[in-house]
């Protein structure tokens, strides 16, 4: 099958916006939002095939499929996917997507590099296996923090499993210094909201409905710190894609896989209970596939998020 892009160039469409002033939702006490406004949520079908789509914050929200590479992995296998980045200048290739997935109990790191001509180059996909242990894993992802163009100062991973445990290792790839906090049995599903110096922050939902902020502190031992945002209604959503919006503001996607919907929201900058939320309404796109995950652009070019 061909790895051709099914329709607009994922890479233009996203520089493209990134390099728009976007007022979105400009302090604490406001949700306003701007058409520049943006979510590129991606996902892993049922057949292998690696998509995306630009979902923008009009009024009603706007949905346009960017990418689709067809069998990047084996059918069936993914279950999780953290944030897949891009970088769009390597020379002699069109670029290249890259990120963790876990097959099974079985994290592996995803590389694969395109043709100048915007196809998968076969000759260059790669599973490169991590790790096992990752069968009771419910949600991880990477985050970085860094004052480009100097080298990141931190690369985090975060793990949520089954039990309610998170865990955090630090230094990337070389995944040092674990730890752990545990009590967050209730947790459907996350998703990273802020990324500064001090901290990390993730907006989780529950089963129960309620939604939340868990701040994370770079300190040791790890002590999130849990502030409630909502009490009810947010228990739909299996999957949660975040985009900054704004200084201080964040595009928010909520993805119900059994309607096979997504509700756009306009998220003021944190602050428990006090914190604003605007729904923006019903995407209109329908969200069939298995999996779901963040896009971003490489390290320097894609926003660092400031949610809270």
């Known amino acids: ?43 892993v079908t049922a057949g292998g095939a690696q998509t995306s789509q630009l979902i923008t914050a009009t009024s009603p ?30 020379t002699g ?16 790191a995803s590389t694969y590099y395109l043709t100048e001509a915007g196809d998968v180059d076969r000759s260059k996909v ?3 296996k991590v790790g096992g242990g990752w069968g009771d894993a419910t949600f991880f992802d990477t985050t970085g923090y860094w004052k480009y163009p100097a080298p990141p100062e931190f690369i985090t991973q975060y793990s949520l499993r089954s039990n309610g445990t998170i865990t955090r290792w630090e230094n990337g790839s070389m ?19 802020s990324q500064t110096a001090t ?20 300190t040791s031992p790890m002590k999130p710190i849990v502030k409630k945002v909502r009490d009810s209604t947010w228990q739909g959503f299996e999957s949660l ?19 096979r919907s997504g ?16 729904g923006l309404g019903k995407v209109p796109a329908t969200f069939a596939d298995p999996v779901y995950f963040n896009h971003v652009l490489r390290l320097g070019d894609a926003q660092m998020l400031f949610g809270e």
């Open 1 to 43: 099958m061909s790895g051709r892009r099914s329709t607009a160039s994922f890479t233009a469409g996203a520089v493209l916006l990134l390099s728009v002033a976007v007022p979105g939702v400009a302090h604490a006490g406001a949700a306003a939002t701007s058409a520049a406004c943006y979510v590129l949520p991606g996902s």
């Open 61 to 90: 929200p706007t949905a346009r499929a960017t990418t689709s590479y067809s069998d990047i992995y084996p059918d069936g296998q993914v279950r999780l996917s953290g944030t897949i980045t891009n970088d769009p200048d390597i």
């Open 93 to 108: 290739t069109g670029g290249a997507f890259y990120g963790n997935v876990v097959m099974g109990s079985t994290m592996y």
């Open 126 to 128: 790669y599973l490169t």
């Open 175 to 193: 995944w040092a210094n674990k730890q752990t906090a545990t009590g967050f049995a209730a947790v459907k599903t996350m998703a990273l909201i």
């Open 199 to 218: 901290y990390d922050t993730f907006l989780a939902n529950t089963r129960g409905g309620a939604l939340y902020t868990i701040r994370i502190p770079r």
């Open 241 to 259: 894609v975040i985009e900054k919006c704004g200084q201080y503001g964040t595009l928010l996607l909520g993805i119900d896989k059994d309607s």
């Open 263 to 278: 509700y756009l929201y306009a998220v003021g900058h944190a602050n428990g209970t006090a914190t604003v939320i605007k």
